[in-house]
């Protein structure tokens, strides 16, 4: 069945840092990819998306470019700030296409 | 404002007693669902509802049930609640096929 890996559990930079969070996608035809971003006690909030290769989605200074040929949609963003501390989430819509899949997170931590 | 709304917040139980989460939201999605959050296992899906009365098992769906009698209300209803029912379940809505969800600010249940 289709699933999401992310390979880093937590990433801990500090401020003005760059970031990448790593996301991996297995699914058959074009998905539509996501991040969301959940911040402590509050739910997930959704970031962007992206549905064709090459297409890039971005939203606050995070992006990321759908690549089917690594089946990839790494997130990227060059400054890091405190308030990103966050947990980050990929996902993408399964064949179904009303459920979408969600990797195990990312745990964002970002110094002062 | 376009929210969806949980309730409660926090909620304490004792084990075999009935649950019941409620959640609303004020978009016309047509789609909602009910997950859970646990540590290392990210959110985990229990239902879907498609619109009123129109629902199908998640992937974890085992002692859970729901209801959905308006469009802006569906509500898990756990009978009999168990101690590895302790979580963080959070409710979303998305308008259709391959769209973002919108998050609850999620219940914090603790079955003791």
């Known amino acids: 069945g289709d699933s999401v890996t992310q390979t880093e559990g937590q990433v801990a930079l500090s401020e003005e840092d760059f970031l990448t969070i790593h996301c991996n996608y297995s699914?058959?035809?074009?998905?539509?990819l996501f991040w969301y971003v959940q911040y402590p006690g509050e739910g997930p909030q959704f970031l962007f998306r992206a549905s064709r290769d090459k297409e890039k989605g971005s939203s606050r200074g995070f992006e990321a470019t759908y690549d089917k040929g690594t089946t990839s949609f790494h997130l990227r963003k060059a400054s890091v700030q405190e308030s990103d501390s966050a947990v980050y989430y990929c996902a993408l819509s399964d064949t179904n296409a009303y459920k979408v899949i969600f990797g195990k997170g990312t745990h964002l931590h970002v110094l002062p | 404002d376009m929210k969806v709304t949980q309730m409660p917040r926090y909620l304490i139980k004792r084990m075999g007693e009935n649950v019941l989460l409620e959640c609303g939201q004020d978009m016309s999605h047509e789609t909602m669902y009910w997950y859970r959050q646990d540590p290392g296992l990210g959110l985990q899906l229990i239902y879907i509802?498609?619109?009123?009365?129109?629902?199908s098992e998640g992937d974890i769906p085992k002692g859970y049930r729901v209801s959905r009698k308006k469009r802006e209300h569906f509500s898990l209803i756990l009978d009999s609640a168990k101690t590895n029912q302790t979580s963080v379940y959070f409710c979303?809505?998305?308008?259709?096929?391959?769209?973002?969800?919108?998050f609850g600010s999620g219940t914090r249940l603790l079955v003791i």
């Open positions: 979303a809505s998305s308008p259709g096929q391959n769209s973002d969800y919108t």
């Open positions: 509802s498609y619109d009123v009365d129109s629902n």
């Open positions: 699914a058959s035809g074009y998905p539509a």
